[in-house]
């Protein structure tokens, strides 16, 4: 299987059934591609804890679900085609197809093309961004069965870096240990000893909405996800693969200890690796999309509380607010903000340059603007023309709901373009 599947046995005796499944995993999600120093992406030396840009799990529930109506619509010729394209099955797991398998296909494709005429209740996101929110609003059935939810919190998904400086999970901050206090300073002391095991408990409960899982099942992985945890403590992110300008790094980190750091963090001072030493986990209103922080409501929450993770291992909460990110990695994560609204590090800086419509998946990245390698084309940042991505792009329209590419423009505001040019270098480090 490709990085990120993981591949299993179903079986049962009465009625006898056996078949191979797969499903996807952490890595699906949290691998992503090494780059040369030119910003050539290699997706065959995959990442761990580095965000996969490319997957677009729209497309892909979307293409599965076409392929399924054309399968199935044809039950012989699709019999005789698996035949061919796996000799090997055994007679049992012939069987279970024809019995079991297709049937219980048929009926839920015919549920669901006289209902949404869609594969899932929730809009399922793009290259890279995820709508976990609306998949768990789902599973623990706030979205009432036979109802579309057409909100779009979606989230890009983030670099793994320095995960035990943080107090509370998820963009909004909406999980935080039982017992915790939701938004408080950790300094570097304090997440070295951190136990990662009630942040692995915290994890498992993502398998719900982000792999399928019932959730009486994804305690049973918390040891395992406490050694991945662990794992992802231990490690940095790797170092950026363009050439940095030491001098200008310098400079960028007094601009970065002068309007960033209130709120993502105090590194050291070292200009080569720098580590966090200390991160505030603030929260607040910067002024950017709200439709992430909105879709996590009182229903939802409510619902959490009533599962086995709400009553002893979250506490869940609307905050109507959302957490200042840890940078650390942030090269590799763009396209940038929660819901991935900006292509580059320099539009971000830039707000007025901020491109309504832009390509996303599977891009080169731009060793110079840090991000999305583009040019600008009929009013798109698109990939330059001699760039072949390694997946199927899509284009990102701002204008659209849930992609807001406003806000967090106080924030880099009176930062001078000699200062901005420094700040990037600097950011390269983290
Ligand atoms: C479908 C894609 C997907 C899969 C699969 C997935 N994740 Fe994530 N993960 C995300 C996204 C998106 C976020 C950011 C969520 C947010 O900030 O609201 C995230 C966040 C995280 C975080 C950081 C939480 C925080 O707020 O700081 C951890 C740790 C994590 N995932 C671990 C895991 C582990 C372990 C697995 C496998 C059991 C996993 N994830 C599977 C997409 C995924
Ligand atoms: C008042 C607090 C605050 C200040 C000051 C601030 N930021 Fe932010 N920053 C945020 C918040 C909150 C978000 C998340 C907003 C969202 O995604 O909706 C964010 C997001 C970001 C992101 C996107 C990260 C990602 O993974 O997509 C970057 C990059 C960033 N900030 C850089 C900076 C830089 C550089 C500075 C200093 C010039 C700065 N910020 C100053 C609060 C702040």
Redesign the pocket.
């Known amino acids: 299987m490709p990085l990120g599947f993981s591949l299993g046995t179903i079986e049962r005796t009465l009625p006898p059934l056996r078949v191979t499944a797969i499903n996807i995993g952490c890595a699906a999600c949290h691998a992503g591609p090494a780059y040369t120093p030119d910003g050539t992406p290699n997706p065959a030396a995959a990442v761990l804890g580095r965000p996969n840009t490319a997957l677009d799990l729209e497309a892909f529930s979307q293409g599965v679900y076409r392929a399924l109506k054309t399968g199935s619509a044809d039950e012989m010729r699709l019999l005789e085609a698996v035949a061919r394209l796996f000799p090997d099955m055994t007679l049992r797991e012939r069987l279970s197809l024809k019995w079991i398998v297709v049937p219980q296909t048929r009926a839920k494709l015919a549920a669901l093309s006289s209902g949404v005429d869609k594969p899932l209740p929730f809009a399922n996101g793009a290259p890279g961004l995820t709508n976990g929110v609306g998949s768990l609003k789902a599973r623990l059935g706030v979205t009432p069965a036979g109802r579309y939810d057409a909100s779009a919190g979606f989230v890009?998904i983030?670099?793994l870096a320095d995960r035990s400086f943080r107090s509370a999970f998820l963009?909004d901050g909406a999980y935080a240990p039982s017992g915790a206090v939701r938004f408080r300073t950790i300094g570097r002391a304090e997440a070295e000893a951190r136990d990662t095991k009630p942040i692995a408990a915290i994890a498992s409960f993502f398998m719900v909405p982000s792999m399928g899982l019932a959730r009486q099942r994804t305690e049973a992985a918390i040891p395992d996800l406490t050694l991945v945890l662990d794992y992802l403590s231990a490690s940095r992110p790797p170092r950026f693969p363009g050439a940095i300008d030491r001098t200008a790094a310098a400079a960028g980190r007094d601009?970065?200890a002068r309007?960033?750091?209130?709120?993502?963090g105090v590194y050291d001072a070292n200009l080569t690796e720098p580590r966090l030493l200390s991160f505030p986990n603030?929260?607040?209103?910067?002024g950017?999309?709200p439709s992430?922080?909105r879709v996590f409501d009182a229903n939802l929450k409510s619902a959490i509380d009533k599962t086995g993770h709400g009553r002893r291992i979250i506490d869940a909460a609307v905050t109507g607010?959302?957490?200042?990110?840890?940078?650390s990695g942030?090269w590799s994560?763009?396209?940038?903000?929660?819901?991935?609204s900006?292509p580059t590090?320099r539009h971000?800086?830039t707000p007025q340059s901020r491109p309504k419509r832009f390509m996303s998946g599977g891009h080169r990245l731009s060793v110079s603007d840090v991000g999305i390698d583009g040019v600008m084309r009929d009013g798109v940042w698109a990939f330059p023309p001699d760039y072949q991505p390694y997946a199927q792009p899509v284009e990102i329209d701002t204008g659209k709901t849930g992609f807001a590419n406003r806000?967090?423009e106080?924030?880099?505001y009176g930062?001078s373009e000699r200062e901005r040019e420094a700040?990037i270098a600097y950011?390269k480090l983290l």
């Open positions: 890009s983030p670099d963009a601009v970065y309007a960033c750091k209130s709120c993502h603030w929260a607040g209103d910067v950017t999309d992430r922080q607010k959302m957490a200042a990110p840890l940078l942030l994560s763009a396209p940038y903000l929660t819901n991935g900006i590090l971000l800086l806000g967090h106080r924030e880099v930062i700040l950011l």
